[in-house]
């Protein structure tokens, strides 16, 4: 799995501002192809911002998404969509709409604007809320789910877009242990299957254990990038988020597991 694999991601030079402020500055990285990259940053980095701006939501004042070389800024909407989906963190969901309405709206732009809907799309829906955990209550009015029920449900319909590249702004942010838990395995399935998955994620512990690169943002820059292992180490971790902090092993999985003090 490298940078130039199929699905690899490049971001090239991506600078969002808003007004004279400059919130995301020259930003550059390879997510590999099938691989799960972790953006992570103290809060304020730039993290939702960047995710934003690589999904064409937010204006990019300049900087290219290449992803197998096309630049998915240059695409209209629709086109960038079928390649492409994001789970945004909190979105809020007004439309009286029922969970399984709202992951049938990720078939959009695989359906023909005047022909309907695509019988097919109802199994790809059906999957997707199984897969995000949305099934139960798939038939309620999304307005009336808890925040980490709300969220499976946009998780799903992201699933139904069938994206090659997946962006997740903190997808365990309201999610109960257990279901911490499915998020991390379903990201695993997904990129076992070639998804490129990029997701900016607090919990640096669940970065060190499943991710195959993580981007350490601050102030709208990249700091460090690249192999997880060797790019998360104490000294950048103690330096970015002004903590003391070890590695240690979770004596549950074997896998690593953040210690962090006072400085
Ligand atoms: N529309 C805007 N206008 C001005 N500043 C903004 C705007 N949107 C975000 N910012 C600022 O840009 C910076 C980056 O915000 P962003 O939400 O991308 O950070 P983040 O790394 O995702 O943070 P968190 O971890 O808290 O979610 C913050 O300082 C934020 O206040």
């Given at each position: 799995?490298?940078?130039?694999?199929?699905?690899a991601?490049?971001?090239?030079?991506?600078?969002?501002?808003?007004?004279?402020?400059?919130?995301?500055?020259?930003?550059?990285?390879?997510?590999?192809?099938?691989g799960?990259?972790?953006?992570?940053?103290?809060?304020?980095?730039?993290?939702?911002?960047?995710?934003?701006?690589?999904?064409?939501?937010?204006?990019?004042?300049?900087?290219?998404?290449?992803?197998d070389?096309?630049?998915?800024?240059?695409?209209?909407?629709?086109?960038?969509?079928?390649?492409?989906?994001?789970?945004?963190?909190?979105?809020?969901?007004?439309?009286?709409?029922?969970?399984?309405?709202?992951?049938?709206?990720?078939?959009?732009?695989?359906?023909?604007?005047?022909?309907?809907?695509?019988?097919?799309?109802?199994?790809?829906?059906?999957?997707?809320?199984?897969?995000?955990?949305?099934?139960?209550?798939?038939?309620?009015?999304?307005?009336?789910?808890?925040?980490?029920?709300?969220?499976?449900v946009?998780l799903?319909?992201?699933?139904?877009?069938?994206?090659?590249?997946?962006?997740?702004?903190?997808?365990?942010?309201h999610?109960?242990?257990?279901?911490?838990?499915?998020?991390?395995?379903?990201v695993?399935?997904?990129?076992?299957?070639?998804?490129?998955?990029?997701?900016?994620?607090?919990?640096?512990?669940?970065?060190?254990?499943?991710?195959?690169?993580?981007?350490?943002?601050?102030?709208?820059?990249?700091?460090?990038?690249?192999?997880?292992?060797?790019?998360?180490?104490?000294?950048?971790?103690?330096?970015?988020?002004?903590?003391?902090?070890?590695?240690?092993?979770?004596?549950l999985?074997?896998?690593?597991?953040?210690?962090?003090?006072?400085?």
């Open positions: 799995m490298t940078a130039a694999s199929p699905g991601v490049e971001v090239r030079a991506v600078t969002v501002r808003s007004g004279a402020a400059t919130l995301v500055d020259q930003v550059a990285f390879d997510a590999p192809g099938g799960f990259t972790a953006l992570v940053g103290p809060n304020g980095a730039g993290k939702s911002t960047l995710l934003r701006a690589i999904a064409g939501i937010e204006h990019a004042a300049s900087g290219m998404v290449l992803l070389g096309e630049d998915l800024l240059a695409l209209p909407r629709r086109a960038r969509a079928r390649m492409l989906a994001l789970v945004e963190q909190d979105s809020s969901t007004e439309l009286p709409l029922t969970g399984r309405e709202v992951a049938r709206l990720g078939r959009t732009p695989h359906e023909s604007i005047v022909g309907g809907g695509d019988p097919a799309s109802d199994a790809v829906v059906e999957e997707a809320l199984a897969l995000a955990g949305a099934g139960d209550f798939a038939g309620r009015d999304v307005t009336t789910l808890s925040g980490g029920e709300r969220q499976r946009l799903a319909r992201a699933l139904a877009q069938q994206p090659r590249v997946l962006l997740l702004d903190e997808p365990t942010n999610l109960d242990l257990a279901a911490q838990l499915d998020v991390v395995r379903l695993g399935g997904l990129t076992a299957r070639g998804v490129t998955v990029i997701a900016a994620v607090h919990d640096l512990s669940i970065a060190a254990a499943h991710a195959d690169a993580v981007v350490v943002l601050a102030g709208g820059r990249v700091v460090a990038a690249g192999p997880t292992e060797a790019t998360l180490t104490p000294e950048l971790i103690g330096g970015v988020f002004q903590v003391a902090a070890s590695w240690t092993r979770n004596p999985t074997g896998r690593p597991l953040l210690a962090v003090g006072p400085l």
